[in-house]
């Protein structure tokens, strides 16, 4: 009887371990949290767009949203109507991003953002420009429309007042930024000199970027500007890329509210 007592307790634990172990719940692992440093090699900031979108719906949607770390020694920009002009406030559109503190931003009635490194001299190694365009609100709806906006940009940009010397378009196409915001590019070049007569190449990109949401009638307009003086920037390639302007590119964020 005292045997099978024990044998009938043996068989009754051992059922119950293989019940417990089948239905209890998987754990849940802890994962810790981690400052992910952007690579140029492996997450390039600019890169040829696909032909086909990011899900393969046909339909235009804005990449998700992304949390970025605040880099050591910046300084952090949120777009806002303050002190805007009328111009802009009209045709507001909300980012954010992130500079070094070595950069300052200039002041500008047709900028939402500008911002520079100068040397000792105070002649800017890199620059930034953040403002408008009209657009239909979607990269499909603009394409038509991309023709005419690089050739308006040209002629600024070849103002011989204003505009850069020796300015020349080296090529354009569809690209994108940030992982996700398709956007049209135009890269282009120029040479000056400094009044000591030491030339020096100006290297630059613009890119227009519409709000991925149909019926928005701005998109943006970022213009980078980089020249041989600048000891990170060695040619037109790694403007937006290399260096600091593509630091700062990188944590460029646009708002997902619309107005």
Do not use: C, H
């Amino acid at each position: 009887i005292l045997y099978s007592l024990v044998l009938v307790g043996l068989i009754a634990a051992t059922i119950w371990a293989i019940t417990y172990f089948m239905n209890r719940p998987e754990p849940t692992p802890t994962v810790a949290n981690e400052t992910i440093e952007r690579d140029p090699n492996e997450n390039p900031t600019i890169k040829d767009s696909p032909e086909t979108t990011a899900n393969n719906s046909g339909i235009e949607v804005p990449p998700p949203a992304r949390e970025i770390s605040p880099p050591p020694d910046s300084t952090y920009f949120e777009n806002s109507k303050q002190n805007l002009s009328k111009d802009l406030t009209k045709n507001y559109r909300g980012f954010s991003l992130y500079y070094p503190d070595t950069w300052g931003k200039n002041e500008s009635n047709s900028t939402f953002l500008d911002i520079s490194k100068k040397d000792e001299n105070g002649f800017p190694e890199e620059q930034m420009l953040v403002t408008y365009y009209p657009s239909k609100g979607t990269y499909d709806a603009d394409e038509a429309s991309f023709p005419k906006l690089v050739e308006e940009s040209n002629k600024i940009l070849s103002d011989p007042r204003k505009g850069i010397p020796q300015y020349q378009v080296i090529s354009e196409k569809k690209v994108e930024i940030n992982n996700g915001w398709k956007a049209y590019e135009v890269k282009f070049k120029g040479r000056s000199a400094l009044e000591n007569g030491e030339n020096f190449e100006i290297w630059g990109k613009r890119i227009w970027i519409p709000a991925a949401r149909p019926g928005e009638t701005t998109g943006f307009v970022i213009t980078m500007l980089a020249t041989s003086l600048s000891d990170k920037i060695e040619s037109l390639d790694d403007v937006g890329v290399k260096g600091e302007l593509g630091d700062i590119l990188y944590t460029f964020e646009p708002d997902r509210e619309y107005n």
